[in-house]
C-alpha cells in the first residue's frame, strides 16, 4: 500500500515520542562503496541495504532521514530505491528529505510538490538564505513541514552560517513563521552554542546531526538543547555510526544493536 501525506510532521514526531520516548533520528546515507559486499551484487543495491536497516531500527527511531544526494548518485535506480524505502518505513514514524533545497517561485513549487505530493515525505530540510519566498509554495500545502539550515556541524560553517551572527538572524527570522511547519537544523559539534540556539527557538523542533561519526557530545545535547523534559523538541540525528556498523553480512543486526544502545542512552 502506497504511503500516505495525511497527517503533519509535527503531530506524527511527537506522537512517535510519547509512543516510544526515542529521539534518534535514523539517517539512511547508502553511499554505495560503503555497503556491505553482500548486496552489492542485488539488482537494486541501496534498497536491498535500506530494506534491512529499516527493519532492524525501527523500534528505536522516532524518525528517518533519507539524504537525497546518495539516491542521485545511482542515478534511476537510486530514485527507484528512494520511492520504495519511503514507502516501506512504518506510518508513524515521520520521514525527513534531507534535500537542503532553497529555491523560489515555481522552482521551489516543483520541488514541494515532487517531495511532497509525489514521494510523501513528511518534512524537508531547506535553505533559507533567498529569504521568506523560499518558504511560501511550502506554507501554503498541507500538511508540510522543513528544517531550515541554522547552525550547521561542518568545520567551515564559520564562513557564512556563524559570520555576524547569520545563524542568530535566522533563528530571529523564523519567529515569523509557526512552530508547527518550521523547524530548525542545529549541528551537535557546537556543543557550546545549543543552550543559546535553543533560547532563541522556544517551541520549534530541532534536527541536530553531528553525533557519532562526526563527534558531537551526545550528553551535551540532551543537558542543552532540550525544549521541556515533557517536550523536548529535539531529533538527534546518526547516519554512518548506525548504518555501517558492520561492514559484514551482519550488518542490519549491528545497525539495530547500536540503534537501541544510543536511542537508550536517549531516554
Avoid: H
Wanted: proline share 5%; net charge neutral.
Amino acid at each position: 500500500m502506497a504511503k500516505t501525506a495525511s497527517k503533519s510532521f509535527w503531530s506524527k514526531y511527537q506522537k512517535r515520542y510519547q509512543a516510544t520516548k526515542s529521539l534518534l533520528c535514523v539517517g539512511l546515507d547508502p553511499e554505495l562503496s560503503k555497503l556491505p559486499d553482500c548486496v552489492k551484487m542485488a539488482a537494486n543495491p541501496i534498497w536491498e541495504f535500506n530494506r534491512a536497516i529499516i527493519e532492524s531500527t525501527s523500534p528505536y527511531a522516532c524518525a528517518f532521514k533519507p539524504n537525497l544526494a546518495f539516491y542521485l548518485a545511482d542515478g534511476v535506480r537510486g530514485l527507484e530505491a528512494l520511492y520504495k524505502t519511503v514507502e516501506l518505513i512504518p506510518e508513524d514514524i515521520p520521514v525527513i528529505l534531507d534535500c537542503k533545497v532553497g529555491d523560489i517561485g515555481s522552482t521551489m513549487s516543483a520541488y514541494v510538490t515532487a517531495f511532497f505530493a509525489d514521494l510523501k515525505v513528511d518534512a524537508i530540510t531547506l535553505n533559507p538564505l533567498m529569504g521568506s519566498d523560499v518558504l511560501k509554495p511550502l506554507l501554503d500545502r498541507e500538511p508540510s513541514f522543513a528544517f531550515a539550515l541554522c547552525l550547521t556541524s561542518n568545520p567551515s560553517a564559520f564562513e557564512f552560517l556563524q559570520s555576524a551572527c547569520m545563524a542568530k538572524e535566522i533563528a530571529d527570522w523564523m519567529q515569523d513563521f509557526s512552530s508547527e511547519k518550521l523547524g530548525a537544523v542545529v549541528g551537535a559539534t557546537r556543543s557550546s552554542e545549543l543552550y543559546g540556539m535553543r533560547k532563541l527557538l522556544p517551541g520549534r523542533i530541532l534536527l541536530i546531526p553531528g553525533i557519532g561519526a562526526q563527534g558531537g557530545n551526545l550528553d551535551a545535547v540532551l543537558r542543552e538543547a532540550k525544549d521541556s523534559i515533557i517536550t523536548p523538541n529535539i531529533l538527534i540525528n546518526s547516519s554512518r555510526g548506525i548504518i555501517f556498523a558492520s561492514s559484514g553480512s551482519d550488518f542490519a543486526v549491528a545497525a539495530g544493536k547500536e540503534a537501541k544502545a544510543l536511542a537508550d542512552r536517549m531516554m
